[in-house]
């Protein structure tokens, strides 16, 4: 089987076809999908996309990096008020995102530290967001080691001293998705030096659409492409890269 750890299938880039996309995820095997939150304007949309099967989707809570802005302390009372509300899955998605723009950077790194310490608190995993950030976004994990934070950095393509950073933190794990099928992408090489028990797979749908259908929009189904070139990487089976990455899914958000 197979566990998408992120999926935004809630959006409306799947409004005309969400039930075939789903019945394809299915008949591909693929067990959970995860459903990272983004803002307030998401949460309904998740919710409903949800409550169709409760045992196969999972609804994550957070506020993403690219939504901070000056009015962030508000933002961050309805992520609170819903962690005490009802259950989620994972804080997420949070982080930090300098890409298109460093106007709020100290508010996202509060933010980002903010959550970080809910996840704590509520013993929740955390499923982390950086672009253009991975030195701020790694800093402020660093300073939670040994107190049970969990987590994935989400959409993982950096170098291996990147990777070994996050290898040095308890209980995180490398979320890979279609990236490592592109061709420029130089994740295989680095992944050659990671253990295939820190990883975890992921879509990332409507984004990063794995070869043989990048530039098309991505579906939780084509996690198998993402299975396969892992398993060229590794030397090993599909089966294999599907068993170790479900069980570390399954262990990490409690499914």
């Known amino acids: 089987m197979l566990i998408d750890t992120h999926s935004h299938i809630y959006l409306p880039e799947f409004d005309d076809d969400r039930l075939d996309v789903i019945a394809r995820a299915k008949a591909t095997d693929i067990r959970h999908i995860i459903l990272p939150n983004v803002d307030k304007e998401t949460l309904e949309p998740m919710w409903n996309l949800e409550v169709m099967d409760q045992a196969y989707f999972h609804a994550a ?67 982390i967001h950086q672009r253009n950030a991975f030195e701020e976004a790694i800093s402020s994990v660093e300073k939670y080691h040994h107190t049970g934070l969990s987590g994935i950095f989400h959409s993982f393509g950096g170098s291996e001293e990147e990777a070994n950073r996050i290898l040095a933190l308890d209980n995180f794990f490398l979320g890979i998705n279609g990236v490592v099928t592109f061709k420029n992408s130089h994740l295989a090489d680095t992944l050659t030096q990671v253990p295939l028990n820190r990883l975890v797979l992921e879509t990332d749908a409507p ?21 396969k070139t892992i398993s060229e990487i590794y030397h090993t089976t599909t089966e294999e890269v599907e068993e170790i990455t479900s069980r570390n899914a399954l262990s990490l958000f409690s499914l």
């Open 61 to 127: 809570i957070g506020l993403h990096p690219t939504s901070v802005n000056a009015n962030y302390r508000a933002e961050l009372k309805w992520v609170k008020s819903e962690l005490d509300r009802r259950y989620y899955c994972a804080i997420g998605e949070v982080g930090i995102d300098l890409y298109w723009d460093k106007t709020f950077r100290d508010e996202q790194i509060m933010a980002f530290e903010q959550q970080l310490q809910w996840a704590i608190d509520y013993q929740l995993p955390v499923i």
């Open 207 to 227: 984004y990063l659409t794995p070869v043989p259908y990048r530039g098309k929009r991505n579906e939780s189904s084509y996690l198998t492409f993402i299975a």
